[in-house]
T-cell receptor, first 111, second 112 residues
Framework: EAQVTQNPRYLITVTGKKLTVTCSQN?????MSWYRQDPGLGLRQIYY???????DKGDVPEGYKVSRKEKRNFPLILESPSPNQTSLYFC??????????FGDGTRLSIL | SQQGEEDPQALSIQEGENATMNCSYK?????LQWYRQNSGRGLVHLIL?????REKHSGRLRVTLDTSKKSSSLLITASRAADTASYFC????????????FGKGTLLTVNP
């Protein structure tokens, strides 16, 4: 079964405390990406990766980092989280011209 | 940047009725996809229509695409309470067949 797994599902933390949200896929897909979802704004892409060691900025990359050291994993790193990064985050994986598979989401609250 | 805009923002119908949601977009596309999101959950892909296609069906779903009007519609026939969810259109365009640009979604409520 195709799966994209995100961890943690929920996290409450404080401003400035580095955190990592992990994303793992079991489909050997080249493409992975991160989105954030905010009320009234829909889903916006943060970063994406076309393959191992190939990453690029999406529409809202400020305050985030990513890495793609292996094909199955694409962690999202918040080096110094701030309250405006409180959001619902989704990881997705896919192949060319095909639908993408999404994880169940990570709800981050930064106080 | 937002590409798709769904209309209406919210729709409430009775079980058994049909639900129609519309999506408009701004630039030429490679394909357009519809996703469903149950409250607080991840997005589930429903249907993909390519720019050279005009209509596709999948079960109770019918999607149309009018590239001259830069618009698409999603029709759910004989709706069920379980269809209650948010529905998003997303497009790929330009040189990227990967990057999805989402609209803000339509919240569909199907009352039993």
């Amino acid at each position: 079964e195709a799966q994209v797994t995100q961890n943690p599902r929920y996290l409450i933390t404080v401003t400035g405390k580095k955190l990592t949200v992990t994303c793992s896929q079991n489909m050997n897909h080249e493409y992975m990406s991160w989105y954030r979802q905010d009320p009234g704004l829909g889903l916006r892409q943060i970063y994406y990766s076309m393959n191992v060691e190939v990453t690029d900025k999406g529409d809202v990359p400020e305050g985030y980092k990513v890495s793609r050291k292996e094909k199955r994993n694409f962690p999202l790193i918040l080096e110094s989280p701030s309250p405006n990064q409180t959001s619902l985050y989704f990881c997705a994986a896919g192949v060319l011209s095909q639908p993408q598979h999404f994880g169940d989401g990570t709800r981050l609250s930064i106080l | 940047s937002q590409q798709g805009e769904e209309d209406p923002q919210a729709l409430s119908i009775q079980e058994g009725e049909n639900a129609t949601m519309n999506c408009s977009y701004k630039t030429s596309i490679n394909n357009l996809q519809w996703y469903r999101q149950n409250s607080g959950r991840g997005l589930v892909h429903l249907i993909l229509i390519r720019s050279n296609e005009r209509e596709k069906h999948s079960g109770r779903l019918r999607v149309t695409l009018d590239t001259s009007k830069k618009s698409s519609s999603l029709l759910i026939t004989a709706s069920r309470a379980a269809d209650t969810a948010s529905y998003f259109c997303a497009t790929t365009s330009g040189g990227s067949n990967y990057k999805l640009t989402f609209g803000k979604g339509t919240l569909l409520t199907v009352n039993p």
